[in-house]
């Protein structure tokens, strides 16, 4: 099974419920693995503080020219709607960083002019921490294009067991090939205005990808009823609500897990945990 954590926004305890999750589950089942997907900014190491045990180079293909085979005809910039190819004065310039790596210009190219190398967009980190498995994708520094690094990091998921996957926030296409596939999704909101204007534009999105989703109302006692009429409105299910804790913000400040201090939310995201699987197994 894999369970997606998402937000409209940053900054709404995404994380930090998706890595108390996952150290939840490491102690009460088997098989259970976190998979950091905010490939620009991943933090879920600062929690789980893992042991890494390899590091692997994503590259993607993009195009090389030999500019002696090239008659500057065009067909190649004409078909690229990503703009990675450009015809100036009387050479063809390539800008990988725009490449999608579709191959369409190697295919195209009647001179055959255009051939193909690799070149690293980011890493994956493979390691442990809860004694259960931990991956993680960070994209290189100055790259526009994470979806390749996502499907590959997505890929080395096992189809046995639970994943836990950290999605970026927002609802671009980072998000999209992150919770593309998963069972459920967690968004996790607060209840203020932008918090639920977001939370409407992520849960549009499950609907789009027609994955079943829950929402979490973080930080739920500092917000006002507004909120919770959208929620009600839009037919969505609350999970679980999670009123301000000041000891939740130490440990959070602190690059703590909550669940060693917190017993009592570790007891809530087992709850959380059954109501998902209830959900799932009766899709």
Do not use: W
Not at 199 to 224: C, E, F, K, M
Not at 255 to 265: A, R, T, V
């Amino acid at each position: 099974m894999r369970i997606a954590f998402a937000s409209g926004k940053g900054g709404t305890g995404k994380t930090t419920l998706a890595t108390n999750m996952f150290a939840v589950l490491a102690r009460e089942i088997d098989h259970v693995i976190y998979v950091d997907a905010d490939v620009e900014e991943p933090n879920g190491h600062i929690f789980l503080n893992p042991d890494k045990t390899d590091v692997i180079d994503v590259k993607v293909p993009v195009p090389v020219i030999n500019h002696e085979k090239c008659t500057l005809c065009g067909d190649c910039v004409n078909y690229c709607q990503f703009n990675a190819l450009a015809i100036l004065g009387e050479k063809l310039l390539t800008f990988p960083a725009l490449c999608h790596s579709c191959g369409a210009c190697v295919e195209l190219c009647p001179e055959k002019a255009i051939s193909e190398k690799q070149r690293a967009i980011g890493k994956i980190t493979k390691g442990s921490s809860c004694q259960a498995g931990y991956y993680s994708g960070c994209l290189n520094v100055g790259e526009a294009l994470s979806p390749p690094l996502l499907r590959t990091l997505k890929s080395i998921i096992s189809q046995r067991g639970t994943a836990i996957i950290d999605a970026p926030p927002g609802t671009s296409c980072p998000v999209v090939e992150a919770i593309q596939g998963s069972d459920f999704v967690v968004l996790v909101t607060e209840p203020t205005p932008f918090g639920m204007h977001d939370l409407q534009l992520a849960y549009n999105l499950t609907q789009d990808l027609n994955i079943p989703s829950g929402v979490v109302i973080n930080r739920s006692d500092l917000g006002d009823e507004l909120a919770r009429e959208m929620i009600e409105k839009e037919g969505m299910t609350v999970m679980l609500e999670i009123p301000f804790r000041r000891r939740i913000a130490e440990c959070y400040s602190d690059g703590k897990l909550n669940i060693e201090s917190d017993p009592e939310f570790s007891n809530e995201l087992v709850k959380l945990y059954d109501q998902i699987c209830q959900v799932v197994g009766n899709g």
